[in-house]
């Protein structure tokens, strides 16, 4: 199992901050749409020799066409190496931050998904470009426009989903799911992994035709003294993933559904800070992989061994780059994979 650390940083120090997190002996980074764009960096860093993803990049704001083409360069520039993860959102953010048109987001999804592809078929093989969907059109490619087949054929598309729709349609169309972040080991095991394994089937795909990539949020040091900022840092992510209706499930999987409906009034109120009070200790410790990092190191491997392929480490709270260190080599002893 391969273990991801998130790379964020300023433009500026984006390039020393990878470099950093590589020499912790971590197998790829990741990057979202947090204070920075989600591409821009991943070209900065294109030559580390790491695996890189998107974790994921927003959809609907983008057409295909721009996707497809920025995928499609990452993954020149890094040999092969890049991986182009996609997700939805939620509404309030892609009408209200992004600006863009939000209607039938699996279906519109999946039409991004196939057009990217037939994209990519047009660039790699010379395939016709004939893409008519009913959210989305591509039809034209000419030569000026082509950048070329790639010697490692287009890049692989990694769907994030936590939905029963979006969950098949992952492992109906693309080549690999992102577990959301926000999951414990029951909603995981009772919830997620029983709805993949009912969709692989459904598509004839077998669970070694999908790569997955376990997310997992982690509050982590060798500091006992820091502990209590990572973990405050770690209830406010809960509390604002917890105030949003997609994500509620995962609450009631843990007996905290009713926590819900407060969530949401206080994120609309602007209470942060009350909202994070609302996470008790054992919401905490359900949801987040906390503590010393050999015991950090066990519960990546209890949640994620044997059915990820990689884990993405999500950090509020930050991580010290020895800790990091310390926990990649901890997960590598324990599944017995090399760097």
């Known amino acids: 199992m391969k273990v991801d650390a998130l790379l964020m940083a300023p433009p500026a120090e984006v390039r020393q901050r990878a470099t950093d997190l590589v020499a912790t002996g971590v197998d790829g980074l990741f990057t979202f749409e947090g204070p920075h764009d989600v591409l821009l960096p991943l070209a900065a860093v294109a030559d580390l020799g790491c695996d890189l993803y998107t974790n994921v990049a927003i959809?609907?704001?983008?057409?295909?066409?721009?996707?497809?083409?920025?995928?499609?360069?990452l993954a020149a520039a890094t040999g092969g190496r890049f991986a182009l993860g996609l997700g939805t959102q939620v509404r309030a953010h892609v009408e209200r931050r992004y600006g863009a048109t939000w209607s039938s987001p699996v279906a519109r999804m999946e039409e991004w998904i196939v057009a990217i592809r037939a994209i990519g078929a047009r660039w790699q093989d010379g395939a016709p470009l004939a893409f008519e969907g009913a959210h989305t059109r591509h039809t034209l490619m000419t030569p000026a426009f082509d950048p070329g087949p790639l010697p490692g054929g287009?890049?692989?598309?990694?769907?994030g989903a936590l939905g029963p729709r979006m969950v098949a349609l992952a492992a109906r169309a693309a080549d690999g799911l992102l577990v959301h972040p926000f999951t414990s080991d029951r909603h995981l095991a009772t919830v997620t992994l029983p709805r993949l394994h009912r969709a692989l089937a459904e598509a004839d795909r077998a669970p070694e035709d999908l790569t997955v990539v376990g997310q997992a949020i982690v509050a982590a040091t060798s500091d006992p003294a820091a502990q209590g900022d990572l973990d405050a840092a770690a209830r406010w992510m809960i509390a604002f993933y917890g105030s949003t209706p997609a994500y509620a499930p995962v609450l009631e999987a843990e007996d905290r559904g009713h926590l819900h409906p407060d969530l949401r009034r206080l994120s609309r109120e602007g209470r942060w800070e009350e909202m994070a009070a609302m996470v008790d200790d054992d919401l905490l410790d359900a949801v987040v992989l906390r503590g010393e990092l050999a015991a950090v190191a066990e519960r990546i491997v209890a949640r994620y061994g044997g059915v990820a392929d990689r884990v993405a480490l999500s950090t509020p709270g930050g991580i010290a780059d020895a800790d990091l260190a310390a926990l990649v080599a901890a997960v590598r002893t324990r599944t017995g994979t090399a760097p």
């Open 59 to 73: 959809a609907f704001p983008r057409s295909p066409m721009h996707l497809a083409h920025a995928a499609w360069d």
């Open 154 to 159: 287009p890049p692989p598309i990694w769907l």
